[in-house]
């Protein structure tokens, strides 16, 4: 080593070397992190060949499929996390277990349901406008009641914690997830829970380059894909989508210009739980059943696929879940599935390493 | 009569008294000034009187009523309004938009008319737009509205946010330090809208470390040193006061005050940052 | 199965004139007798069974429990010991941590059996993962294991698990553990010979849980099913905790597989992916072991959509001339809906400890021995040398502690039950 060292300060000029280390410190990070949006799409595109390659364009454009639809669980998840962050700096380690919970509240209005005579698992799967009816009933009162999860919680365990040190309200968060997991297993057990929603969307919607989509991928794709456009319209053009931006860029100012901080912050909690609420309600549907621990690995990806499009961006957070859900399926049959969680994370790292604003953090007019 | 009442307000940061045991009025239609060396306490007392901070003893009246203890929102909607010392837009919102932002107290709409897009929340939200696009005009910023507002050049920030504060429809305009950073150009436009906001009934309170705005468009001056009121009157009053000189130049100091000081090109030095967050 | 009144005087005349004889040590099967010669028998033993009771378990384990506590019941009506009474501690190694048995549980469990002195003997654990944890503790305390679910391999034969060191968990050297039901290597070579012979299946795409026992169970299955001629495309280790597993089941279909093989446990996901090979549409057939035998797979893949899964496991004993007489046994104070194919495992097993102990009394001359350490290691003994008719059949052990009875039952998913189809022999392994 030593003699390494003599050399090369024998052959550059004096002064040649730091300089150059310097440069190559500060343009290599650069460069990669401008070109890591190239580096992600060339290897999924890369990952997309070699599959189709070995498998056959129609398996690789199957696992395609099957990395969106997956991708648009993570992305509705995502959506609570980015927001939370955006506007209070908070990483809500409890989002993913609202996550569940909303799934049991999904599997639970409809037994109240048939409590009160309508019975929505023989009148969902009776007839297309069973499942409308029942979607219509089920989608905004699962959302209602995520959402008021949510800001229970920021006003029970995250409120009076807002002035104090960034670690006190994260683990009160985990401690918030604990609480949830532990009343969950407590209430439906260990096991998978079924959800009993079990031919309410069935059957082939159509097929596309040989790629067979069913009903089901077709609901959890528009639920996410029309959600994210809504809330991303809401976020740009409402009242209290500007508030909720104003509050993130400057909470001081915002509240000196009249805004309500603490409504602002609830209405955030409120949309991004009802959110998880909405992904865990066509989870259950399309799962089928529901397990207590469900959040802790869901709420990780999910919060991976937040950082992954840039943390506190909305337009990020969806993309990051898409493109998670993508790169974890590709991921697991190009290398086994049992690096699909060393895939994800290790994508984490990644963009944590070499471009921690995320792809779309640059852009933080959309954040909120 | 008196539109604001500062009765005897103090304000501690554990052993530091910020602000101690001060008294005056803001008359309605009056423009005020408060200067005082960096650290006097003044911008701390804009804060009490925003509520960003709670006072620690002392009262704080609006048109009569205390607003001591009240959320920042609400003194908002009561009709008082402030701008920031270092400019405090939503850099990453166009300049209508952190108008309409501004307006957020006079809106009548819920949040549950906000979440679910209810007509209502829409034909508000076109009025407020209205509103917000006639107010930039009014400040000859309507060129900027689509704007980002951290792309306006710097003395039309200092207006966006003056801007802003008006959206809200005060009664009351606190300016923190309005001038600073302006070129001569531009610091006589600044006197010009605030005496045109005056002439259109508002009241105006301002911190500013210019002398020559402050001896220009003051009615009335305030002087703050180590968070005690020294002096008070009009701005030959105050020119002439010894003790003032004295705060400013140090003692046996003579009557130079108009050039006393020159501002800073930009509020970057946080000591002026007096107090903004306690730690 | 046989009869009270018949069996009595038969049973009753071998034990005596055995032990009359040179004190050996046969413990037969059904022995009903009044605790013959403990009559003056005083004081108490105390057994116990640690067996996951809760979360996801608690289907399978809690009716195997039942199965240890009719033993128990019908050990006490029959006056087994005699004089003497029998306590019976239940422990329950599923945590609420891990929402399913937890070695860490089950370690701590038999921490406590084996420093409370009056423990003799204990029944379990069900699962290999808690086996390993368990062993060593158990066998320093030189206290007696008697699994009734085990099926881990690398448990008692060494070298046979790459991932289990199977001396270090007989740290005296001496064997404690045994088992009443075959081992996975017998279970994987039937699975693939079932698999090749009649699925006629030829391409198998593998997926385990990641456990010591899913793990294992694959394991063997791929080496048996490629000696038996045929080809396995992919093996994944996927954790328990996957509920999508839709990447690898696509990924079959493209490798055109005509089987899927799952070593794991239904908690882990044997419904959840039987019912997802149809949203994927894999035509394969799908073959997996006892884990999978359990309610929880109709809970995951329910109505028809879980109809025609086919997985080995112990036969189920009720169906068998042997067993036929259990779920009267056991209905007589269990709901029988929540008798498993382990019930008779539970009973069987808890009754070989029990006629362990009675023979160790009966050497003892009737009397409950005062020194726990050689009361344990001589109930022990005599469990080595049991040769057992019970309701899952003849039952003797190897050196190894392995049972010598290598019956497996085929079963069938239909109509949200598992049902038996046929009772096979495994290969010899």
């Given at each position: 080593m030593a003699q390494k060292t003599t050399d090369a300060a024998a052959v550059l000029p004096p002064g040649r070397q730091p300089r150059l280390d310097a440069l190559r410190l500060r343009l290599l990070p650069q460069l990669t992190a401008r070109a890591f949006p190239i580096i992600l799409v060339t290897a999924l595109v890369g990952m997309f060949l070699r599959i189709a390659t070995t498998s056959g364009g129609e398996i690789a454009g199957e696992q395609l499929k099957n990395g969106l639809q997956i991708g648009a669980i993570y992305a509705l998840i995502a959506l609570g996390y980015t927001m939370v962050y955006g506007i209070?700096?908070?990483?809500?380690?409890a989002h993913g277990d609202v996550f569940t919970l909303s799934a049991f509240y999904a599997i639970l209005f409809g037994q109240l349901f048939g409590f009160f005579g309508l019975n929505v698992t023989t009148l969902a799967p009776s007839s297309a406008g069973g499942l409308i009816a029942c979607l219509l009933l089920l989608f905004p009162i699962t959302m209602l009641a995520a959402g008021i999860t949510g800001v229970l919680i920021e006003r029970v365990a995250y409120r009076r914690l807002r002035?104090?040190?960034?670690?006190a309200p994260l683990i009160t968060a985990v401690g918030v997830s604990f609480l949830l997991e532990g009343v969950m297993f407590a209430k439906f057990?260990?096991?998978?829970?079924?959800?009993?929603?079990?031919?309410w969307v069935h059957g082939t919607a159509f097929t596309a380059g040989g790629v067979p989509v069913r009903w089901n991928d077709v609901l959890v794709l528009s639920t996410a894909l029309g959600l994210m456009f809504a809330l991303q319209a809401f976020v740009r053009g409402s009242r209290l989508g500007k508030a909720m931006r104003a509050t993130a860029q400057d909470r001081d100012a915002a509240l000196l210009s009249g805004i309500n901080i603490n409504r602002t912050i609830a209405a955030t909690f409120f949309i991004g739980s009802a959110l998880a609420g909405a992904g865990a309600l066509v989870y259950s549907i399309y799962y089928n059943s529901v397990q207590?621990?469900?959040?802790f690995r869901y709420g990780i990806i999910a919060f991976t696929a937040a950082v992954l499009g840039g943390i506190g961006n909305i337009v990020g957070a969806g993309l990051g879940g898409f493109l998670i859900g993508v790169i974890s399926v590709f991921g697991s049959q190009l290398l086994g599935g049992e690096w699909e969680n060393s895939i994800v994370f290790a994508m984490l790292i990644i963009v944590l390493t070499f471009r921690p604003v995320g792809l779309l953090g640059m852009r933080v007019p959309d954040r909120a | 009569m008196s539109l604001l009442e500062i009765d005897h307000i103090s304000k501690r940061f554990g052993g530091l008294l910020?602000?101690?045991?001060v008294t005056f009025d803001v008359g309605d239609g009056e423009i005020v000034s408060m200067i005082g060396p960096n650290g006097a306490g003044k911008t701390t007392a804009f804060n009490c009187i925003t509520g960003l901070y709670p006072v620690t003893s002392g009262d704080v009246r609006f048109d009569g009523v205390s607003i001591v203890g009240l959320p920042p929102h609400r003194i908002t909607a009561l009709g008082i309004t402030r701008t920031f010392q270092n400019i405090r837009l939503?850099?990453?919102?166009t300049a209508v938009d952190n108008v309409m932002v501004g307006e957020h107290s006079r809106m009548h709409a819920k949040v549950w008319d906000a979440i679910l897009r209810t007509p209502k929340a829409r034909r508000e939200e076109r009025a407020v737009e209205g509103h917000a696009l006639t107010i930039l005009s009014g400040l000859g910023l309507e060129r900027y509205a689509?704007?980002?507002?951290?792309?306006?050049p710097y003395g039309f920030q200092r207006r966006l946010e003056i801007a802003r504060a008006l959206a809200s429809g005060p009664r009351l305009l606190l300016l923190d330090e309005?001038?600073?950073?302006?070129?001569p150009q531009e610091k006589n436009e600044l006197m010009g809208v605030i005496s045109h906001l005056r002439d259109e009934g508002l009241t105006i309170f301002l911190i500013e470390h210019d002398m020559r705005v402050v001896m220009e468009i003051s009615d009335r001056i305030v002087v703050l040193d180590y968070g005690e009121k020294i002096a008070e009157g009009s701005p030959a009053e105050v020119r002439n006061n010894p003790r003032v000189i004295e705060a400013y130049?140090?003692?046996?100091?003579?009557?130079q005050m108009h050039t006393a000081r020159s501002t800073p090109l930009r509020p970057a030095n946080p000591a002026d940052d007096e107090g903004e967050r306690p730690a | 199965m046989h009869t009270k009144s018949r069996l009595i005087p038969i049973l009753g005349a071998v034990a005596l004139a055995l032990v009359a004889a040179c004190?050996?040590?046969?413990?037969?099967?059904?022995?009903?007798?009044?605790g013959g010669g403990l009559a003056g028998c005083t004081g108490s033993v105390t057994v116990a069974s640690d067996l996951p009771?809760?979360?996801?378990d608690a289907a399978i384990g809690g009716g195997t429990e039942n199965g240890v506590r009719a033993a128990v019941l019908k050990a006490q009506q029959e006056k087994l010991l005699g004089g003497c009474t029998i306590n019976y501690i239940p422990k329950n190694d599923a945590s609420v941590a891990k929402g399913e048995h937890d070695p860490a549980l089950g370690a701590q469990n038999m921490i406590a059996l084996t420093t409370?002195?009056?423990?003799v003997g204990v029944v379990g654990p069900f699962n290999s993962s808690v086996a390993i944890a368990e062993m060593p503790i158990a066998n320093r305390a030189g206290m007696l294991l008697l699994s009734?679910?085990?099926?881990?391999p690398g448990l008692t034969i060494a070298?046979?698990?790459?991932?289990?060191?199977t001396n270090s968990l007989r740290p005296t050297g001496k064997v404690t553990y045994y088992r009443i039901i075959w081992n996975d290597i017998a279970q994987g070579a039937d699975d693939a010979q079932i698999s090749y012979k009649?699925?006629?299946?030829r391409k198998a795409y593998i997926i385990d849980d990641q456990e010591a026992y899913g793990k294992g169970l694959a394991d063997f299955f791929e080496k048996y099913f490629k000696q038996d001629g045929g080809t396995v495309l992919k093996h994944v280790a996927l954790p328990?905790?996957?509920?999508?597993?839709k990447a690898q089941l696509t990924e079959a279909k493209g490798l055109g597989a005509d089987l899927l093989f799952f070593g794991g446990v239904?908690?882990?996901g044997s419904g959840i992916i039987y019912c997802q090979m149809k949203d994927v549409g894999l035509t394969a057939k799908y073959m997996s072991g006892d884990?999978?035998?359990?309610?929880q797979f109709f809970k995951d893949c329910a109505g028809t959509?879980?109809?025609?899964a086919y997985a080995t496991s112990a036969?189920?004993?009720?169906?068998t001339s042997a067993g036929a007489g259990f779920t009267p046994l056991y209905d007589a104070s269990f709901?029988?809906?929540?008798?498993?194919?382990?019930s008779p495992y539970g009973y069987d097993a808890m009754r070989i400890v029990l006629n362990a102990v009675k023979a160790v009394l009966v050497d003892n001359g009737g009397k409950v021995p005062t020194d726990s350490a050689s009361f344990r290691s001589k109930v022990i003994a005599k469990v080595a040398a049991t040769k057992y008719d019970g309701f899952v059949g003849h039952i003797e052990f190897d050196q190894n502690g392995d049972t010598t009875n290598h019956a497996f039952g085929l079963y069938s998913s239909k109509g949200g039950q598992w049902t038996q189809s046929e009772v096979v022999q495994a290969p010899p392994v």
């Open positions: 209070i700096e908070l990483i809500n380690f002035q104090s040190p960034r670690l057990g260990a096991a998978n829970y079924p959800a009993r929603k079990d031919g207590w621990n469900l959040g | 910020a602000v101690n045991d939503f850099s990453f919102m689509d704007m980002y507002a951290r792309n306006l309005p001038a600073a950073g302006l070129n130049l140090g003692s046996g100091a003579t009557t | 004190g050996t040590s046969s413990t037969g099967g059904g022995t009903t007798s009044g009771t809760s979360g996801g409370n002195p009056a423990v009734p679910a085990n099926t881990n070298g046979s698990r790459p991932d289990v060191d009649e699925l006629n299946a328990g905790t996957t509920k999508d597993f239904a908690a882990n884990g999978t035998v359990d309610p959509n879980g109809d025609g036969p189920d004993a009720t169906k709901a029988d809906s929540s008798r498993v194919v382990y």
